[in-house]
């Protein structure tokens, strides 16, 4: 085993001032000192945790045996079961997707259908204290439900009647939806057959595409607070991927004068609206046009993936647009033309799209579609055009580019319709050739945002068809799913055989986790969850990229790479030779990796006294969350332990008896420390409190009323203790809440083999190490305030240590915050190293901004809506083949209620925070041990003089106080809000598209649209025009 960290060490820094006449320290003098120092911390560890109670030899005992980490058998045998777990969910959920399209086979339509007639729950109106006895706890779902029954949601556009339909109380009483609603009242008869079947099925649903959401059980639907219900069905991962192929799509913005104001505000949301409809395997960019065409965002001069990184990179640049000059539609449409024949064999290569959003306009570019559409690489181009604003005109221009190219013509009037509109604008009529196929393919989502309990999850879905004799098509009618928690993917892990370093995680197609232990929810399921690939979480050397390529093309094997083992936000070692297993998932687009160090052993205990199960119950007891009997997670809770205890001992075959046999071992074999801890009083003035923390996930804390200050620690892989305790044997400081936490790992051994079994460890209060430093450093070099400035850093720079009255009182604190020119100094002389990172997962509070023309209010709130009406009225009589259509938007937007922009293309901001990107710092110690050095600043100087302690990760500095302050530049450790990486930078990583591409071929160009704008009575509109007028304008 090759660690580079050498062994742990304490740095100490004297820096004296160049008046002083205090001696400074000589290198024989500091290494002495630190020798003595070392001793000190060794003896009071020792003193006070009583570690020698713990037996390490286990050899003479037939009930531990150990042995060798086989990797690779171990990829495999979890590959397998993951595999299983997906395969009883498919079979489950054909019988779905059987049943639905059997009963549209067979179903007959009625206008006369009533609320009652489908008896179907709502969800949303369900009260979250559920008295009703058909709701019990289910422990799996952590959620009361109903399995009597499905329940229903309905979008709150249709629910609440958003748009035209707004004349009737409740858009659920449309027949499109109560028709809806009652041929799919049948499948609930089939998800309690799927449960009855297996037991382990979690949340089964139907989304269809008018909407509505049946999902079983039936449960509180949770809205967040504050906020009105925006859950959409079809807006969700699992329905965009599940409901049509694959997409290129090139957005063309017009920025012209004539946007300019409301117009280009509604658009602005539209484009960035029907942007969050498209998923990971589709590609898409923006180019505004006016006289001239370019891309919104220059960095990116071809189509992009789909993630939730180049979203933002596209927000942020509509954000940016201006408006100005004269439209060219013939300019913009060869600019995307060429962009879409560009990207022959690459991106999505499967459907090809033109969205081209303007307010109007006369031009026909002849010649534009007499080149292109008779060219063999573009003639099967859709072009979807949308006339946005109050008073789009003229659009008869618009409306034929749709119709000559078999896309689809959509009006988007105010900025409440674009949720709706967008929606609707193409994902039908891109479905149809999946539905006309006839072909059900599995599509597996990345991890997302459960919506119901707010835990990562994927989903595996199958589309709906529609199989009525009475359509004329085959259509899509929606898409079924069955969630699996990434929780249960997680919860397959052989925790106990990896140890607290080892971990598994799984990547998709295109290189994004779908489970690792660093993989992080968001503040809300409204808010998409950051596609995080492998390489930002594992690094992106040339090994880890190897690594990735492999798994995504479904190679197994074995490799070993030189990489940094992040032990928590403060602190990392460098590695050489950490073993990464992986081998594909069958039957689906994952790949599997396990982690080990090399040479992991793996200590299994047999035949333990299942009655010690009783001897866990105690408020000092913290157990990991793993699934240690049933499936059962533990939790923080007595209930959670109790129930656990049951099991044990009286259903043991449904436990982990290897994860249950190793934790009744730790109970018992840490019992005599436990004992001598509660009998011993000696050193309790200097401490808080002793802890015993085991590779079985057993924590035990004394005294137990500090057991609260280690549950960020339950889960080993959290536990910094037990992580380092696994790759050194040496005494560790670690800065933890208030005090300074030492400890050790015990390794216990059989036949000459040794694996740590637990890791002891006691909490100092820091004036006793304090004056640990100051007692122990001769001749008073350290005294309190003194000429001298001494620190005691542990390997991530936080202080251990000092003799600074102002520091080492309270939380851990970092050298740069508290003397930035020291920190700076020790980076320059590699007695410290440092790593920068990003994070794409990070929750911030919102950034201020300053409002623009895309700002979030509605355009409603700028003017007085009704006498904008009547000019508007005034204005366009003279346009009349175009009044019926004004009229008509003219009133929408009046009849529509106020939404802020922000919500029209998905929450950003929820209970004052949001997703973002932040950069931090970690340090770890370098190849230097020793320095000594006069640094000049201000024509003064300070020596400075810094040695590692060689048992402890620690280093001794001692240093001259300043005459002056030198400036430095601030040292970054925490991790602050940033724009992240340079977008420019960013390299296309590889990845296997999805099987199966379904785009049919273009219509008749000479067909009308069957999707164009349903225009009301215009004789009906002017009267009712004309009333409102009447009867609301002063």
């Known amino acids: 085993m090759a660690v580079r960290v050498g062994r742990g060490i304490f740095l100490l820094l004297l820096v004296p001032c160049t008046v002083t006449s205090v001696n400074f320290p000589s290198r024989n003098e500091i290494y002495t000192l630190t020798s003595i120092l070392e001793d000190k911390l060794t003896e009071a560890f020792n003193e006070s945790s009583h570690i020698n109670e713990l037996q390490t030899d286990v050899s003479w005992k037939d009930k531990v045996s150990i042995s060798a980490v086989n990797n690779e058998y171990m990829v495999r045998e979890m590959a397998v079961k993951i595999s299983e777990t997906f395969a009883s969910k498919r079979f489950a959920l054909q019988r779905i997707v059987d049943h639905l399209e059997a009963a549209s086979e067979t179903y007959k ?93 979690q949340w089964q649903y139907f989304g269809a595409q008018t909407g509505f959401m049946r999902l079983y059980p039936a449960t509180t639907w949770h809205v967040p ?19 049509v192929s694959p997409k290129d799509m090139m957005i063309l913005m017009d920025r012209s004068g004539s946007v300019h104001g409301q117009t280009f505000t509604i658009m602005k949301f539209a484009v960035k609206t029907l942007i969050n409809t498209l998923g990971e395997n589709d590609y898409v960019n923006v180019a505004a046009f006016n006289e001239t065409t370019g891309w919104v965002q220059n960095c990116t001069q071809t189509l992009v993936q789909a993630n939730t990184a180049n979203k933002k990179i596209l927000f942020d640049a509509i954000d940016k647009l201006d408006d100005g000059g004269m439209a060219s539609y013939s300019k913009a449409l060869s600019f995307a ?11 999505s290569n499967c459907h090809k799209t033109i969205m081209l959003f303007s307010d109007g306009g006369t031009e026909w570019p002849q010649e534009v579609f007499d080149k292109y559409l008779k060219d063999n690489a573009t003639n099967d181009i859709r072009i979807f055009t949308y006339a946005v604003g109050p008073h789009p005109i003229p659009t008869a221009v618009l409306k034929q580019m749709a119709t000559r190219t078999g896309g689809q013509y959509t009006v988007i009037t105010t900025t409440s319709g674009v949720r709706t509109k967008i929606q609707e604008s193409y994902i039908d009529m891109l479905s149809e050739p999946l539905a006309q196929s006839g072909v059900h393919t599995n599509h597996y989502t990345s991890a997302y945002t459960n919506a119901v309990t707010e835990d990562l999850t994927v989903s595996l879905t199958l589309p709906v068809f529609n199989k009525s004799e009475e359509a004329n098509t085959s259509k899509l009618l929606g898409v079924a799913g069955i969630d699996v928690a990434v929780k249960t993917l997680k919860d ?12 598994a995680f799984v990547v998709n197609n295109n290189g994004f986790l779908v489970l690792h232990p660093k993989l992080k929810g968001q503040v809300t399921y409204l808010q998409d969850l950051p596609h995080v690939d492998m390489t930002e979480l594992e690094g992106d050397s040339e090994a880890m990229k190897s690594l990735r390529d492999d798994m995504i093309r479904g190679h197994s094997g074995v490799k070993r790479a030189y990489t940094h083992v992040i032990l928590d936000e403060a602190h990392l070692i460098l590695y050489n030779g950490v073993n990464y297993a992986y081998a594909p998932i069958k039957d689906t687009p994952y790949s599997l990796a396990i982690v080990t160090l090399p040479e992991s052993h793996h200590m299994q205990v047999k035949s333990q006294d299942l009655e010690k199960a009783r001897d866990l119950k105690s408020s000092g007891v913290i157990l990991a969350p793993w699934p240690y009997c049933n499936d059962l997670s533990m939790k923080e809770d007595l209930d959670s332990l109790e129930e656990l205890i049951e099991t044990i001992l009286t259903n043991f075959t449904e436990c982990n008896e290897d994860l249950v046999q190793g934790l009744l071992w730790s109970q018992e074999w840490m019992e005599s420390l436990l004992r001598t801890w509660r009998q ?63 400890s050790r790992p015990i390794y216990v051994q059989n036949s000459g083999i040794s694996v740590p079994a637990a890791v002891v460890g006691v909490r100092f209060k820091p004036r006793f190490m304090n004056d640990l430093l100051m007692d122990n450093m001769g001749s008073g070099i350290c005294q309190r305030d003194g000429q001298m400035v001494c620190f005691l850093l542990d390997d991530g720079g936080l202080i251990v240590a000092s003799n600074q009255q102002h520091v080492g009182s309270g939380k851990p604190e970092f050298l740069g915050d508290v003397d930035p ?24 509070s919102p950034a201020a901004s300053n409002t623009s023309s895309a700002g979030v209010s509605s355009f409603l709130s700028a003017r007085n809506p009704l006498i904008a009406l009547g000019n508007m009225f005034l204005d366009l009589l003279s346009m009349a083949g175009y009044l019926q259509y004004i009229v008509y938007s003219a009133v929408m937007s009046l009849l529509t209620r106020e939404v802020d922009s922000i919500s029209e293309f998905g929450i950003t901001v929820i209970n004052n925070k949001s997703t973002c990107t932040t950069k931090g710092a970690i340090y770890y110690f370098n190849e230097h041990g ?85 225009k009301p009575s215009f004789s009906g509109v002017v009267v009712f025009f004309m009333w409102f007028l009447k009867y609301l304008l002063p």
């Open 337 to 347: 033309f060429e962009a879409l024949k560009n990207m022959e064999g690459e991106g």
């Open 109 to 201: 339509w009625s206008d006369e259908l009533t609320l009652n007639s489908s008896q179907h729950i709502l969800l949303k109106q369900l009260d979250e204290e559920i008295s009703d006895v058909k709701y019990k706890y289910d422990a799996k779902l952590e959620a009361r439900v109903n399995r009597s029954q499905s329940g229903v949601h309905v979008p709150i556009e249709v629910y609440e009647g958003w748009l035209w339909p707004n004349i009737r109380q409740n858009r659920d009483q449309d027949p499109i939806i109560l028709n809806g609603l009652k041929w799919s009242s049948g499948i609930d008869a089939v998800f309690k057959q799927n449960y009855a079947k297996d037991p382990s099925l």
């Open 680 to 742: 011993s009083q000696s050193s309790s003035n200097h401490i808080f409190d002793r802890t015993i923390h085991t590779r079985y996930g057993l924590t035990r804390v004394h005294p137990e009323t500090k057991s609260h200050i280690y549950s960020d620690w339950r889960d080993p892989f959290k536990n910094p203790a037990l992580r380092r305790g696994t790759i050194s044997r040496n005494l560790v400081a670690i800065p933890h809440e208030d005090g300074i936490l030492l």
């Open 930 to 1014: 020793f320095h000594e050095s006069t640094h000049t600043c201000k024509n003064t100087s300070r020596k400075v003089i810094v040695k590692k302690m060689s048992d402890i990760n620690a280093v001794l500095v001692v240093a001259e106080a300043p005459d002056v302050q030198c400036e430095v530049k601030p040292v970054p450790h925490k991790p602050v809000r940033d724009p992240g990486p340079d977008p420019c930078m960013l390299q296309e990583r590889f990845r296997k598209p999805p099987a199966g591409c379904y785009k049919g071929s273009l219509p008749d160009p000479d067909m009308e649209s069957s999707s164009s704008l349903p």
């Open 225 to 243: 607070h504050e906020l009105p219900d925006l859950f959409d069905a079809r807006r969700r991962p699992w329905y965009i991927q599940g409901s």
């Open 821 to 844: 020119f020291l920190m700076d100094h020790l980076l320059s002389a590699k007695i410290y190293g440092q790593h920068t990172y990003y994070d794409s997962q990070a929750i911030c």
């Open 492 to 503: 397959l892990t052989p925790f106990q055989i990896l140890g607290p370093n080892g971990y």
